[in-house]
C-alpha cells in the first residue's frame, strides 16, 4: 500500500493538491511538516502529524520536521482569536531540543537514504533583512491573494497585527527554502494550515516554477466535538514530567467506543486486517474494551516504554482488586504514580509523630481527616464493613499506627467502592 493509500484508509486525509498522489507514486519523495516550538514537548494533538511523517518514512520517502524558530517569534494566525506570545531565541532553542527528542522515540534520524532531518527556519531567516524579505518574497503574493485566505478573513474584524499578517509569507519562504536546497516537494499539516501551505507552493511556482504539492489532514475531534488531546485536568504531553505515562495511558483507555474505533487507525501502526478484526470482536464485547485497551498499549509503550506501559497497568487495575493482591499492589506503588492515581482525590494532612502514637479508626474518619462528617456515621459504616485502610477491610477496634503507612508517606481510606480519601503523613 503506499503512502496516500494509506493516509487514505486510516481517514488520515482531508485536502490534497492535484497530483500529489502521482509524484509519491512516480519516485522516492521528500516532504516536511512544521511544528509549534511554544513549547518544549509535544502533546497528543501533535501525534497526528507525527504518525504522518512516520507513514511517510516507511513508504520509502524522506521526512522533514521543521522547528520554527522564526516563525515562532511571529505567531501563527490559524485557528487563532488572540495574537500570541512572542518567545526568545534562548526559549526556542531549549523548546527545539525537547520536541527533537520526542520525534526520535518515532523517526529514524540516523540511517538510509531517508533518514528524517530537523530543521530550524531561524538558521534561513537570521541573515535576511526587512528589505530582502520584500523584495525577494512580498513582491510575488499579492494582497488581495493574502486576505482570501481564511485565517485573515476571520480576523479581520477583531483586528490582526502585520507581523501576524505577514506569517504566510513567512511559512511560504520555509516551503520555498526547503524546495529549493533540500528538493523537498510536498508540505503536511493539519487542514487549518491549508492557506498558508498553498501560499508555499504559489511562491515556489512564481519564484522558481518547481514542482510543489501539499496534503492536509482533518483536525481531531472527540464524538461529542469536544477538544481532541485535553482531559479534564488540562493538556496531555508526550513528556512524562508534564504528564505521567499513567496519566497518559488513561487518557486512551477513556475514549469512547467511537473515538478509539478512530484511534486507532490514526495512532498506531496496526495493519488494516488487524485493526477491523479488533473492532468486530469490540462490537461483539464492547465491555471488555478491546479497543480501548489495544490503543492505551500501543502509544503508551511507542511514546514511554514498555516499562511504564506495565506500571500503568498494574496501577490502573489496584482500584479494582481487593484482598492481599490489592495490598500488596498498593504498598509497591512509587510514590509518584500513587499520587498520579489519586490526583483530585480529597486529601488531608497528619502529622508523622500523631500516626506513629496510634489513632483510633473512628477518630481518623472523622476528627483527623473529616472524611466522615460524624462518629455516627464512622460507627454506621464500619458496622457495614464499607471502611477499609490501604485496601483492607477494618472494624471499629482498630488502630491506626505507622505499619499502616504506604511509603512513608500515605494511608488510603476507602467508603464502598469508589469513594477515597488519602491522608498524607507529614
Not at 500570541?84 to 529514524?108: M, V, Y
Not at 501576524?164 to 494550515?193: A, M
Not at 488531546?229 to 475514549?255: E, H
Not at 486486517?273 to 502509544?299: F, M, V, Y
Request: glycine share 8%; charged share 25%.
Amino acid at each position: 500500500m503506499n503512502f496516500i493509500e494509506e493516509l487514505r484508509w486510516r481517514g488520515m486525509i482531508h485536502d490534497m493538491m492535484p497530483g500529489t498522489e502521482e509524484q509519491f507514486a512516480k519516485e522516492k519523495t521528500a516532504a516536511y511538516i512544521g511544528f509549534d516550538p511554544t513549547s518544549d514537548s509535544l502533546g497528543v494533538g501533535n501525534l497526528v502529524q507525527v504518525m504522518i511523517l512516520l507513514h511517510l518514512q516507511q513508504a520509502g520517502h524522506k521526512p522533514f520536521a521543521l522547528v520554527g524558530g522564526a516563525t515562532g517569534m511571529v505567531g501563527d494566525p490559524s485557528g487563532k482569536s488572540d495574537e500570541r506570545n512572542l518567545l526568545d531565541a534562548e526559549t526556542l532553542q531549549h523548546n527545539q531540543a525537547g520536541i527533537e527528542k520526542q520525534l526520535r522515540k518515532f523517526l529514524n534520524f540516523d540511517n538510509g537514504e531517508n533518514a528524517a532531518e530537523m530543521v530550524n527556519n531561524y538558521d534561513w531567516f537570521k541573515e535576511m533583512s526587512f528589505l530582502d524579505f520584500i523584495r525577494d518574497v512580498g513582491k510575488h503574493i499579492s494582497i488581495n491573494y493574502m486576505l482570501a485566505k481564511d485565517s485573515v478573513k476571520s480576523r479581520l474584524e477583531t483586528g490582526m497585527s502585520f507581523t501576524e499578517f505577514s506569517y504566510q509569507l513567512v511559512q511560504g519562504y520555509d516551503f520555498y527554502w526547503l524546495n529549493t536546497h533540500k528538493n523537498c516537494k510536498v508540505q503536511l499539516g493539519g487542514s487549518d494550515q491549508w492557506g498558508n501551505i498553498v501560499t508555499g507552493t504559489e511562491l515556489i511556482r512564481r519564484k522558481s516554477g518547481n514542482e510543489a504539492y501539499a496534503v492536509t489532514t482533518p483536525l481531531i475531534k472527540k464524538a461529542d466535538g469536544t477538544k481532541f488531546g485535553k482531559s479534564a485536568s488540562g493538556n496531555i504531553f508526550l513528556d512524562p514530567k508534564k504528564t505521567s505515562p499513567y496519566k497518559f495511558y488513561q487518557f486512551w483507555l477513556n475514549a469512547t467506543d467511537e473515538d478509539a474505533e478512530n484511534y486507532i487507525k490514526i495512532f498506531t501502526l496496526k495493519p488494516k486486517t488487524e485493526i477491523n478484526e479488533l473492532i468486530k470482536e469490540h462490537q461483539q464485547s464492547p465491555h471488555l474494551r478491546i479497543l480501548q485497551k489495544e490503543l492505551a498499549k500501543d502509544i503508551t509503550i511507542r511514546v514511554h516504554s514498555v516499562e511504564d506501559y506495565e506500571a500503568a497497568l498494574n496501577a490502573s487495575e489496584i482500584l479494582f482488586k481487593t484482598g492481599q493482591e490489592a495490598i500488596d499492589g498498593l504498598k509497591n506503588l512509587p510514590a509518584d504514580l500513587f499520587e498520579a492515581i489519586f490526583e483530585g482525590v480529597p486529601q488531608s494532612t497528619v502529622p508523622k509523630k500523631e500516626v506513629e502514637n496510634g489513632i483510633s479508626i473512628i477518630d481518623l474518619l472523622v476528627t483527623t481527616t473529616h472524611f466522615l462528617s460524624s462518629n455516627g456515621e464512622a460507627r454506621r459504616a464500619l458496622k457495614e464493613n464499607s471502611i477499609s485502610v490501604n485496601k483492607n477491610k477494618v472494624n471499629e477496634e482498630d488502630t491506626i499506627t505507622f505499619s499502616h503507612v504506604i511509603n512513608d508517606s500515605y494511608i488510603l481510606l476507602q467508603r464502598g467502592k469508589k469513594n477515597y480519601f488519602v491522608v498524607k503523613v507529614n
